[in-house]
């Protein structure tokens, strides 16, 4: 059994130069089973790009990641290929691949990486769909037919495909209307409630921020200047976390915890 209390992932003196310029100056993380977080920052902060450095895209400079026990930049292939399995990742446009209906992208995880029997896969694929919200008729449908939600959905039926421990999401409510935005966030606490499954999300949405994470990580000045529940990190005395909770309150008075 997995102790709640274990460190899914471990972020140590995380260093990242791209040419000339220093994105990250030593980050240090840790992300707690069962626990839904949200990563924000200024523009240029390198959200984006630690994501690709946790899931093994792109390569830190220096420090170390650890994933699920794995230490992502020193494993082999095979330990790379089999901790891929474990995880599922949201890009920001979703990344659904055009030339394929819905049901074939959520089954290409599972053609790849699983030995499902033929007759099984139809059905895995619409349980994913059901976990995303989505009916079985929305497989037969092209991406292109589909609405932004609709596709976001798609993806993380997609990212759901092999039963993964921890889900990264990439700014998953962009573009979509608040109503939208706030049926994808409620199923995204039902994952993580209910199939014990570990969120990352980097996130400008405030309602996002608001309702649904257990806590918040700040990332500013190329570390973690902030980290903790909501409550906590609007308190912290930073011009930019100042701005931006204050922005949000002069939308919506009353909305952030005094």
Not at 48 to 70: C, H, N, T, Y
Not at 179 to 191: G, H, K, M, V, Y
């Amino acid at each position: 059994m997995n102790d709640p209390r274990e460190p899914v992932l471990e972020l140590q003196g995380v260093v990242t130069r791209i040419g000339s310029q220093l994105i990250h100056d030593g980050v240090d993380l840790t992300l707690r089973r069962g626990e839904i977080a949200a990563l924000i920052g200024g523009s240029g902060t390198g959200k984006s790009v630690l994501l690709r450095e946790i899931i093994g895209l792109m390569k830190p400079s220096a420090g170390s990641i650890r994933l699920l026990g794995v230490d992502v930049w020193a494993a082999s292939r095979a330990q790379l290929d089999a901790l891929r399995k474990r995880f599922g990742m949201l890009f920001q446009d979703g990344a659904l691949f055009s030339s394929l209906d819905v049901a074939d992208n959520v089954a290409t995880p599972l053609r790849e990486h699983a030995q499902v029997p033929p007759g099984m896969l139809a059905q895995l694929v619409d349980l994913r769909l059901s976990l995303a919200g989505l009916s079985t008729l929305a497989g037969s449908k092209m991406p292109s037919e589909l609405s932004g939600g609709m596709r976001k959905r798609a993806a993380i039926a997609r990212a759901l495909a092999l039963e993964p421990e921890v889900l990264f999401l990439d700014e998953p409510t962009s573009g979509l209307d608040p109503i939208t935005a706030r049926a994808f966030d409620r199923l995204l606490r039902f994952l993580c409630d209910d199939l014990g499954i570990t969120v990352l999300i980097v996130t400008h949405d405030l309602d996002t921020l608001l309702t649904i994470t257990d806590r918040v990580i700040v990332l500013g000045k190329g570390r973690v200047i902030a980290n903790g529940p909501v409550d906590q990190v609007v308190q912290v005395d930073d011009p930019w976390i100042r701005s931006y909770f204050e922005v949000r309150a002069s939308i919506v008075p009353g909305a952030l915890p005094d």
